[in-house]
């Protein structure tokens, strides 16, 4: 074989193998990590390596699912404190999205207990202390509730909640559900309201289209103010709020 032709399988093969390392190598760190964390123990304190990680892990994944995230607002966040964020819910993807686009602030989200049976994840989710609501047990979702003043008021780290409680699959906003918002109004924390476009094709676009994704803050929510009017016309003005901003945003 001659070195001209050695020279040019060593220049075709390059991106091949730096490609598929880019794919491959990740898990071969991500995996085995998450497999130092228990589903039975109790996690009370926070671990900051930990929550790093994670959102690199929601980084890579979004990079290697070909997202691209615009975001605007994230001005309007007050700087260090910690707050309830809310969003409308289009995708699995949300979240990391959320992850990505407003850290270094970390979230906490809350959850649904199927999302703590995802395999890998599961692990992730658990150490972040992401807290498990039980929509249709009052009892258990009031606990999910003050596990989440209780993260804020020690300073933990933010909380996420999607008040909509489950996705919306054709793209019109569910009715917000006020009871959520006790946790910034408890806390004495900001609320800060997001809306999120485009999480819902991913999975669909991947891997031959890259796929466009809009996170916008569209208001933050002073607690004083959550205080002074209540859960149930906060609840009713961010979700009016986030609706004239999807409409506006198809007419675009």
């Not at 609501?133 to 258990?140: G, T």
């Not at 609320?191 to 466009?212: A, C, E, Y």
Request: aromatic share 14%.
């Amino acid at each position: 074989m001659s070195i001209l032709l050695k020279i040019l399988l060593i220049v075709i093969s390059c991106p091949v193998v730096l490609f598929l390392g880019y794919i491959i190598l990740p898990w071969f760190f991500y995996f085995p990590y998450c497999l130092l964390f228990s589903m039975k123990k109790e996690y009370t304190t926070p671990s900051a390596v930990h929550n790093k990680i994670m959102v690199s892990w929601y980084d890579y994944f979004c990079h290697f699912s070909r997202v691209k995230i615009h975001v605007s607002g994230l001005e309007k966040i007050p700087e260090n404190t910690h707050y309830l964020f809310i969003s409308n819910h289009r995708s699995r993807f949300d979240n990391m999205v959320h992850s990505v686009a407003l850290r270094p602030e970390f979230i906490s989200f809350i959850s649904k207990p199927e999302n703590f049976k995802i395999p890998f994840a599961r692990r992730y989710m658990k150490r972040a202390m992401y807290i498990p609501i039980e929509r249709d047990n009052p009892r258990l979702a009031m606990k999910a509730i003050l596990t989440s003043i209780d993260y804020l008021q020690k300073g933990f780290f933010s909380i996420g909640v999607f008040p909509e409680g489950t996705r919306s699959k054709d793209g019109n906003l569910g009715e917000y559900k006020p009871g959520c918002l006790k946790i910034a109004e408890k806390a004495g924390v900001p609320l800060v309201v997001g809306v999120t476009q485009g999480t819902q094709m991913i999975h669909k676009n991947w891997p031959f289209k890259r796929s466009d994704v809009y996170f916008d803050i569209i208001d933050v929510i002073p607690p004083e103010r959550l205080k002074s009017e209540g859960t149930v016309a906060i609840s009713d003005y961010v979700s009016n709020l986030t609706k004239k901003h999807l409409i506006e945003c198809k007419k675009d």
